[in-house]
């Protein structure tokens, strides 16, 4: 048995589960934990089909899932190695999850956030240059229902996520729109997105809201840009979590 196979310590077996998920789901769990660290190799065929309770065909039909999704590199000969991070998919749900679920350190939300503001805040910027009439109607609808609903937390919060997908959709780039929604529903189930409370939460969140719609208002693109970015990064700050280690001031 080699190194890397020794190296790896078996948990038991996840049950309840369809064999090829997982097999999946626990390999990129061990990959993105940095438990079977970049650049080296999986353990060989042997062990981990007796590991998982699967034959040779499972077994290669999950590595393949590994593959597509950037986590592995199969070499004939050489055996299938980890990939750098830089070309996992993170955009893939499974890959997504099992990074911010294994998040001590809070920095794929961070990442998260930047990414989401820079993309809304550019969806922003064109709904600010296209929008019609009746598409500022729709956008200061939604910021309406935001005020009406606040004594409502649970309401209000949902009126939140729809003014952004309504600004997403309006901007009618598609490409942003979908990788922004990926990234912005699987953190809205992460309870360390969330984060904590702070003072007059809601108050700040719809004054934000309402520099965006103004912006909006008056087509004035850069505003509109600046508002949001500003909205997504600064909220994220107030209510992030210190990680372990972590000065709480951040």
């Not at 196979?5 to 369809?18: N, T």
């Not at 089909?49 to 065909?57: L, P």
Request: glycine share 6%.
């Amino acid at each position: 048995m080699s190194a890397e196979a020794d190296a790896f310590a078996f948990s038991s077996r996840r049950p309840a589960e369809r064999l090829g998920v997982a097999v999946v789901s626990e390999l990129v769990e061990r990959i993105v934990t940095g438990e079977i660290p970049e650049g080296h190799l999986l353990p060989p065929e042997g062990p981990l089909c007796e590991h998982f309770g699967v034959s040779r065909t499972v077994l290669r039909e999950s590595i393949k899932r590994l593959e597509e999704k950037g986590l592995v590199v199969v070499a004939q000969g050489r055996g299938t190695q980890v990939a750098r991070s830089g070309s996992w998919n993170m955009l893939d749900p499974i890959v997504l999850s099992a990074l911010i679920d294994n998040d001590e350190s809070l920095g794929i939300l961070d990442e998260l956030t930047v990414v989401r503001g820079s993309l809304e805040s550019a969806m922003a910027g064109t709904v600010a240059l296209r929008r019609t009439p009746e598409e500022l109607t729709r956008v200061e609808h939604v910021l309406e229902s935001m005020r009406e609903m606040r004594h409502d937390s649970d309401s209000s919060r949902q009126a939140d996520v729809v003014f952004h997908l309504t600004i997403m959709e309006l901007s009618r780039n598609r490409l942003a729109e979908n990788i922004a929604k990926r990234l912005y529903r699987r953190a809205l189930e992460s309870s360390r997105y969330h984060g904590m409370g702070y003072e007059d939460a809601f108050h700040s969140t719809l004054n934000e809201h309402a520099l965006v719609v103004d912006a909006i208002s008056r087509q004035d693109a850069e505003a509109a840009e600046r508002a949001m970015r500003d909205h997504i990064v600064g909220s994220w700050k107030r209510r992030r979590l210190a990680a372990p280690g972590e000065d709480a001031g951040l």
